[in-house]
């Protein structure tokens, strides 16, 4: 079973400018998330999806962060304008179903995305 | 905010010897999970408690919680400098909360062969 895959994997921007990552989650899987990880820290949620649907995206800047999932697969993460406190690891990960304790159920995450802001 | 706070931030032990690594959080949850990170990598699930549950193995791993502390530990045991990594625990409040899982800041852990 392939992995969710994440592109890049590294980008160097300047501040004020824009980027955008993407993730192709694993196949099947309904519940898509963007975590935030800055150095040292752990990950943070940014938006969950369920298929299409904004199921959380309390934590998300939305006056610089978008993030869309329109067919229900593939997830794109923009930014813009870009801050030096973005420098971070942006990593996606899915889950089958809506999670709880239900055997089957775990997240797995991809590589992520390393951002560097300049 | 970040629910969990491991303790400690940084364990360096030798080879063979075991590792434990404490996880704390603030609200009631229904499950906590503990991950790992590989540098430069993505993070890996390694096990899952529920809230009913004291303690739960898997391999050299045990974990156990209490709810009543609102506290959790995992134990490597018989350590390889594989394990060398970081540890984070991840806290679930269930369905009502979107199974969001809340992540601690990380212990990390090196093995010294």
């Known amino acids: 079973e392939a992995g969710v895959a994440q592109s890049p994997r590294y980008k160097i921007i300047e501040k004020r400018q824009s980027v955008a990552f993407w993730c192709n989650p694993i196949?099947?899987?309904?519940?898509l998330y963007w975590y935030q990880q800055i150095l040292g820290q752990g990950p943070k949620l940014l938006i969950q999806f369920q298929n299409n649907g904004v199921v959380d995206d309390s934590q998300l800047p939305k006056d610089r962060f978008s993030a869309e999932r329109l067919k229900g697969v593939d997830s794109t993460l923009k930014i813009q304008p870009a801050k030096l406190e973005d420098s971070a690891v942006y990593l996606c990960a899915s889950r089958r179903g809506l999670g709880g304790t239900i055997s089957g159920n775990t997240i797995y995450f991809g590589e992520g995305s390393w951002l560097t802001v300049v | 905010s970040q629910q969990g706070e491991e303790d400690p931030q940084a364990l360096s032990i030798q080879e063979g010897e075991n590792a434990t690594m404490n996880c704390s959080y603030k609200t009631s949850i229904n499950n906590l999970q503990w991950y790992r990170q590989n540098s430069g990598r993505g993070l890996v699930h390694l096990i899952l408690i529920r809230s009913n549950e004291r303690e739960k193995h898997s391999g050299r791993l045990r974990v156990t919680l209490d709810t009543s502390k609102k506290s959790s530990s995992l134990l490597i045991t018989a350590s390889r400098a594989a394990d060398t990594a970081s540890y984070f625990c991840?806290?679930?409040?269930?369905?009502?909360?979107?199974?969001?899982?809340?992540f601690g800041a990380g212990t990390i852990l090196r093995v010294k062969s």
């Open positions: 196949s099947g899987h309904a519940t």
């Open positions: 991840a806290t679930s409040r269930g369905m009502e909360y979107g199974n969001k899982l809340v």
